[in-house]
């Protein structure tokens, strides 16, 4: 049999080859630092057969910054863990530990609690394991041997992985410790030169808070010490920087356990969150979108209709009303069903389209409480709803509109972009004769505007396909942001028409648009991003006037008022505290400028400091222009 390579030549293998027998072919040393194979943009463990045609690239250790071989170190690093943990803890059951973005996490159930002091003793005993060396062997089995096996080792999580596996069920074993898995494997230990455990955390067995709660432990594997030294580092600035963190030192929001996953905003966070708003409105305006404002319950028969019952019920919050015929309502997740309503309202024809419907509408969704996350995980959700109805013909120059209205918003933030294209997912509505002239909109929009994508098949949300944008932050981490999705499946179930040019009635099709996504999660992510340092133009304070003495206060207070009468954001802090602590203070409140009022200042004399130091007089007219440019 053949098999391609990279550079379109081909290989000659013998039937039944692996990724391992071509690594061979090539070269004792490819063979040697092999990891993985990669084919269509999947991964393969090097032990699995190849098929005749297949197209191949064969990653190593050289690759050590591919997201696909790291992978594959993180996968086998979270097998060391878990023998080590056995090894360390007689006794512990063993559910499920796989990679993840920057690392991985296993779930054990501990027969006693163990603390963030048990990891030092869980990574010496992994590093024991790399010093003895690894080897990973593959091995494929019945479901009954399976089942009898971790029956026999008293596994009772294993034995339901096996009972609700679907495909072969095949184990992976290192010297003395065999787990269910599908791989891929390194071919041994040898690649893993860095590991760190990271942290603890709770978790219930397969995310179902009705289930036992686990111990998580979390860490991370690199090919070499210096990349893991450089990822600490960042993890310590992420640290710095956590939204959670700054919410509290710069008095933005607040949580209570009275209403768990549901923000608290104070003075300072509102004025970011309504700057974001006032942009929001005035760029919906900009491109034909009309604001509109639907209720927050309605009865069980709407999400019926809308596909939210058979399909998101889980993630739903109800009520039920007692008297009367005891009506079932839920909170609304989404704020589309009730947009169909509005377009149902009355009677459209072709002219009307395509019509475009905005709302920031307030949502609710059940998310379990061991997933809350400060803002970038909550339970009330503020989404900035876009929905286009519109006529077959207008789809792709509508997804453009909103793709060309995300990368404005995006690149006023200073935000890089990637872009996926997601697609059906198992859980699909409709039919696959829908599903490829939705994706293949989705996929023309994007093609003809240039914009580079990665295809991401199940992705997409159970009504349609959608287009992902996300952002790299300052740090370097990845974002999901906007999304732009195509609905054929909404206006047919809520029986939505339009009068064509022919007097026939026919379907519009449906965008939904989400550029800030929650704004509750978009602030959080741009609190990270910034580490607190807002752009001037979102700053909830832009100016702080600090006055040396008593005598100066009336004077600050002045400047004060004219600061705010040309439109910004001013506090003046007389308190009666230093000059040096009160400057100092706005330091760490980060506030952009501050303005030191003393016996030779005045509107011809400012003296004016910078966020980070920089300092420099100008007169009032010269600092209304340099603001006016920020």
């Known amino acids: 049999m053949k098999v391609v390579l990279p550079d379109n030549s081909k290989l000659e293998l013998p039937d039944g080859a692996t990724g391992l027998d071509a690594a061979a072919a090539i070269g004792p040393k490819l063979a040697e630092q092999a990891v993985l194979v990669r084919s269509d943009g999947h991964v393969q463990d090097l032990r699995l057969p190849l098929e005749d045609g297949q197209k191949i690239q064969i990653l190593t250790t050289r690759d050590k910054n591919d997201p696909d071989a790291l992978y594959v170190l993180r996968h086998s690093t979270a097998h060391l863990l ?16 796989p990679p993840i973005e920057n690392g991985f996490y296993y779930d054990f159930d501990f027969p006693e609690p163990i603390g963030e002091e048990a990891l030092e003793r869980i990574e010496a005993e992994m590093r024991k ?29 294993k034995v339901e992985l096996v ?25 041994n230990s040898k690649p893993i030169k860095a590991v760190k ?3 603890l955390a709770g978790a219930y067995w397969r995310g179902d808070e009705r289930n036992k709660q686990l111990t998580r432990i979390y860490g991370t594997a690199f090919y070499d010490q210096a990349d893991l030294d450089a990822y600490l580092e960042r993890l310590e600035q992420a640290r710095e920087r956590d939204h959670r963190r700054l919410g509290t030192e710069l008095d933005l929001f607040g949580f209570d356990e009275v209403s768990p996953g549901a923000p608290f905003w104070h003075p300072k966070g509102m004025v970011i969150w309504n700057v974001l708003e006032d942009l929001r409105r005035r760029e919906n305006a900009k491109r034909g979108y009309a604001e509109v404002k639907t209720p927050l319950i309605f009865e069980k028969r709407l999400w019926e209709t809308s596909g939210h019952w058979e399909k998101f019920r889980e993630n739903m919050f109800f009520l039920q009303q007692e008297s009367g015929d005891e009506q079932l309502f839920g909170l609304k997740p989404m704020n589309c069903p009730g947009h169909c309503l509005i377009y149902a309202s009355r009677a459209r024809s072709y002219r009307d389209l395509p019509l475009r419907l905005a709302e920031a509408g307030t949502l609710h969704r059940n998310e379990p ?3 809350l996350h400060g803002l970038l995980r909550v339970r009330h959700v503020t989404q900035d709803d876009g929905h286009t109805y519109c006529l077959p013909d207008q789809i792709e120059d509508e997804v453009g509109l909103c793709l060309e209205h995300a990368f404005y918003l995006y690149g006023l933030l200073g935000l890089d972009m990637r872009v996926e294209l997601s697609l059906r997912p198992d859980n699909k509505l409709g039919s696959d ?8 909109a989705l996929r023309n929009a994007l093609v003809h505007r240039g914009i580079e994508f990665e295809e991401m098949p199940g992705e997409g949300a159970f009504y349609g396909p959608k287009i992902d944008i996300h952002m790299q932050d300052s740090l370097g981490r990845g974002w999901q942001l906007g999304t732009v999705q195509l609905d054929f499946q909404m206006p047919q179930r809520f029986g939505l028409t339009y009068q064509t040019a022919e007097n026939e009635q026919k379907t519009p099709a449906m965008i939904h648009r989400a550029l800030f996504g929650s704004l509750e999660r978009f602030i959080g992510i741009l609190i990270e991003h910034y580490g607190g340092e807002f752009p001037f133009w979102l700053s909830p304070v832009q100016v702080r006037v600090v006055p040396v003495g008593a005598d100066h206060r009336d004077a600050a207070r002045e400047l004060g008022a004219k ?4 439109g910004y954001r001013v506090e003046v802090d007389d308190r009666d505290d230093t000059v040096g602590k009160r400057i100092r203070d706005a330091e760490l409140e980060k506030i952009p400028y501050t303005i030191v009022y003393g016996d030779r200042e005045s509107d011809d004399s400012l003296a004016i400091r910078e966020r980070h130091g920089a300092q420099s007089t100008k007169n009032l007219d010269e600092l209304l222009k340099d603001l006016a440019t920020l």
């Open 563 to 566: 600061l705010r009468e040309a």
């Open 369 to 371: 409480s061991g997933t």
């Open 433 to 440: 004769a829908d599903w490829d002239a939705a994706e293949g």
């Open 129 to 157: 394991e790399l010093a003895e060396g690894r080897e990973w062997n593959r091995e494929e089995v019945s479901r009954e041997e399976a089942r009898r096996r971790f029956e026999a080792e008293g596994e009772p999580y």
């Open 82 to 97: 878990a023998e080590a943990v056995r090894r360390l803890y007689p006794g512990v059951k063993i559910a499920i530990g």
């Open 197 to 199: 455990l990271t942290g």
């Open 163 to 187: 009972d609700t596996a679907d495909g072969d069920i095949s184990f992976y074993t290192q010297a003395d410790f065999t787990d269910l898995c599908r791989g891929p494997h390194l071919q």
